[in-house]
């Protein structure tokens, strides 16, 4: 008599999805530029706790930095670490597509600890009753925490989308420097008289200030543009970096529908961006 | 002793990468030199510095009876491509704009590719045979999160804009000297350790 083992039920592709994004979750969530990104915002963090007012100019950029530009060498060492064992890799039953989606759920986790930093943050100033400001409303202040957490999870995307594309060496540093690149020059906005086009140039980066001055010891004035509409353009540029990724393992109509989402979420960012320069391009006085 | 190990794609591309900055700053640098910009292309010329001592064939390249010092000397010399593209990026803002600090700035090139040469040989003697990817990655981090935050103390900046390009310069000496100290002290044969 033969005893046969049950034989387990096979792995839907949404099950693969969720057991190879776990994984990928903990790789990522064990990798020491993230670790250091973490203990840094940690640490700035309480280091200016007593003084949350004068945070102000900075609260976005500490989560952008320090989970999304360093995302951004995570990311992209995530996905070359497994260039090596290609060919042990592709005999899994999982598909290139599923495994880039994998990696592109892993960038949640920085958007995680972004999120519960905003929430820290939030609850923080309402302890200390900080008395709420003209020139950044509450609504206001959300929609720039909340473009924080979408930089956050928008680095690593770019990095794991980088890294799918690209094989040369110091890739994802380039990648780093093109986005702080691109930063820097949106700050000529600010440099411009208040404007629409000023406003443009200042919110087409994936990462903005909300404060700034006219020099060192100027008063500080909040430049205009709507931060929920910058909010919904940081998102489509995520949705633009994952069907990035996503492309480079597609094969036939699965690379058609995604070719036609990327075209669909690039003119959805276009207009997004529009309307968050559309908005009052008065600069109020912080 | 030649150059024929290094990998030229790496160190060219990171120049290539720092020329082309560097070109823009120099078309745009009436109104004075975009400091953040050239520090940018500084930080590419870094990571292209980074990879010099990268040896995939290692294992075989340490039997030969050459020293590590020999073959550090020899495969350092690719760093003058990045400094040169440093040098002449300065000396052309310079040009464009005599309010350049030029000193200063090529003090601080020298020092931070020197400290990428002096962390590759680093690793280099911790075991890894190629650590231009790990040095590039955390020291362009590090760089860029130092331009962004400019963290204390403001007396010593390490990447001035206005004020303290004396302390800057003097700092960025020291850790010239001390670079490259540390990558003369850890080029030392593994069977000497």
Same mark, same amino acid.
């Given at each position: 008599?033969?005893?046969?083992a049950?034989?387990?039920?096979?792995?839907?592709?949404?099950?693969?999805?969720?057991?190879?994004?776990?994984?990928?979750?903990?790789? %990522?969530?064990?990798?020491? #530029?993230?670790?250091?990104?973490v203990?840094?915002?940690?640490?700035? /963090?309480?280091?200016?706790s007593?003084?949350?007012? =004068?945070?102000?100019?900075?609260? /976005?950029?500490?989560p =952008?930095?320090?989970?999304?530009?360093? @995302?951004?060498f995570?990311?992209?060492q995530? /996905?070359?670490?497994?260039?090596?064992?290609?060919?042990?890799?592709?005999?899994?039953? =999982?598909?290139?597509?599923?495994?880039t989606?994998a990696?592109?759920?892993?960038?949640?986790?920085?958007?995680?600890?972004?999120?519960?930093?905003?929430?820290? &943050?939030?609850l923080?100033? +309402? +302890?200390?009753r900080?008395?709420?400001?003209?020139?950044?409303?509450?609504?206001?202040?959300? @929609?720039?925490?909340?473009?924080?957490?979408?930089? =956050?999870?928008?680095?690593?995307?770019?990095?794991? &989308?980088? @890294?799918?594309?690209?094989?040369?060496? @110091?890739?994802?540093?380039?990648?780093?420097?093109?986005?702080?690149?691109?930063t820097?020059?949106? /700050?000529f906005?600010?440099?411009?008289?208040?404007?629409?086009?000023?406003?443009?140039?200042? #919110?087409?980066?994936?990462?903005?200030?909300?404060?700034?001055?006219?020099?060192?010891?100027?008063?500080r004035?909040?430049?205009?543009?709507s931060p929920?509409? %910058?909010?919904?353009?940081?998102?489509?540029?995520c949705?633009?970096?994952?069907?990035?990724?996503?492309?480079?393992?597609?094969?036939?109509?699965?690379?058609?529908?995604? #070719?036609?989402?990327?075209?669909?979420?690039?003119?959805?960012?276009?207009?997004?961006?529009? #309307?968050?320069?559309?908005?009052?391009?008065?600069?109020?006085?912080? | 002793?030649?150059?024929?190990?290094?990998?030229?794609?790496?160190?060219?591309?990171?120049?290539?990468?720092?020329?082309?900055?560097?070109?823009?700053?120099?078309?745009?640098a009436?109104?004075?030199?975009?400091?953040?910009?050239?520090?940018?292309a500084?930080?590419a010329?870094?990571?292209?510095?980074?990879?010099?001592?990268?040896?995939?064939?290692?294992?075989?390249?340490?039997?030969?009876?050459?020293?590590?010092?020999?073959?550090?000397?020899?495969?350092?010399?690719?760093?003058?491509?990045?400094?040169?593209?440093?040098?002449?990026?300065? $000396?052309?803002?310079?040009?464009?704009?005599?309010?350049?600090?030029?000193? $200063?700035?090529?003090?601080?090139?020298?020092?931070?590719l020197?400290?990428?040469?002096?962390?590759?040989?680093?690793?280099?003697?911790?075991?890894?045979?190629?650590?231009g990817?790990?040095?590039? $990655?955390?020291?362009?981090?590090?760089?860029?999160?130092?331009?962004?935050?400019?963290?204390?103390p403001?007396?010593?900046?390490?990447?001035?804009?206005?004020?303290?390009?004396?302390? $800057?310069?003097?700092?960025?000496?020291c850790?010239?000297?001390?670079?490259?100290?540390l990558?003369?002290?850890?080029s030392?044969?593994?069977?000497?350790?």
């Amino acid at each position: 008599m033969t005893t046969l083992a049950q034989r387990p039920a096979s792995l839907t592709g949404a099950a693969t999805l969720r057991t190879l994004a776990g994984l990928e979750a903990r790789r %990522y969530a064990l990798h020491p #530029l993230f670790l250091v990104g973490v203990a840094l915002l940690a640490a700035v /963090t309480i280091a200016n706790s007593d003084n949350l007012d =004068a945070a102000a100019g900075i609260e /976005t950029l500490l989560p =952008a930095f320090l989970l999304g530009l360093l @995302g951004v060498f995570v990311g992209h060492q995530l /996905t070359r670490s497994i260039a090596p064992s290609t060919e042990a890799v592709e005999a899994a039953p =999982a598909d290139g597509v599923t495994r880039t989606g994998a990696l592109c759920l892993a960038c949640l986790v920085p958007g995680a600890v972004a999120v519960v930093w905003v929430a820290s &943050m939030y609850l923080a100033m +309402a +302890a200390s009753r900080i008395p709420d400001s003209a020139a950044i409303s509450p609504a206001g202040r959300a @929609g720039r925490l909340g473009a924080a957490v979408a930089a =956050a999870v928008g680095g690593p995307l770019f990095g794991v &989308m980088v @890294g799918r594309w690209t094989r040369f060496p @110091g890739a994802g540093l380039l990648a780093a420097v093109v986005l702080v690149g691109w930063t820097l020059l949106g /700050t000529f906005g600010l440099q411009m008289p208040a404007s629409r086009p000023g406003t443009l140039i200042h #919110l087409n980066p994936p990462f903005t200030s909300w404060v700034s001055a006219d020099g060192p010891h100027q008063p500080r004035w909040v430049p205009g543009g709507s931060p929920w509409w %910058y909010l919904v353009y940081l998102i489509l540029l995520c949705g633009l970096a994952v069907s990035g990724a996503l492309l480079h393992e597609a094969r036939g109509a699965q690379r058609s529908r995604l #070719l036609r989402l990327l075209l669909t979420l690039a003119l959805l960012a276009v207009a997004s961006l529009g #309307l968050a320069a559309a908005a009052d391009p008065t600069r109020i006085p912080l | 002793m030649t150059l024929r190990g290094v990998d030229l794609a790496a160190v060219l591309g990171g120049s290539a990468l720092g020329a082309t900055i560097l070109a823009g700053c120099v078309a745009f640098a009436t109104d004075g030199p975009p400091l953040g910009y050239v520090r940018l292309a500084l930080v590419a010329l870094a990571a292209g510095a980074a990879y010099v001592f990268d040896e995939p064939a290692a294992a075989a390249v340490d039997a030969v009876p050459c020293t590590r010092r020999r073959r550090t000397a020899a495969r350092a010399t690719a760093v003058v491509a990045p400094y040169s593209v440093w040098a002449g990026g300065i $000396s052309a803002l310079e040009l464009r704009n005599a309010v350049t600090p030029v000193g $200063s700035l090529l003090v601080e090139g020298a020092g931070v590719l020197a400290l990428a040469v002096a962390l590759a040989a680093g690793l280099r003697l911790a075991g890894h045979t190629q650590p231009g990817e790990i040095v590039a $990655s955390v020291l362009g981090a590090a760089v860029l999160a130092v331009l962004i935050f400019n963290p204390p103390p403001r007396s010593m900046p390490l990447f001035p804009v206005g004020d303290g390009w004396a302390a $800057s310069t003097a700092l960025w000496s020291c850790l010239t000297v001390i670079a490259a100290a540390l990558t003369i002290a850890a080029s030392r044969d593994p069977y000497r350790r």
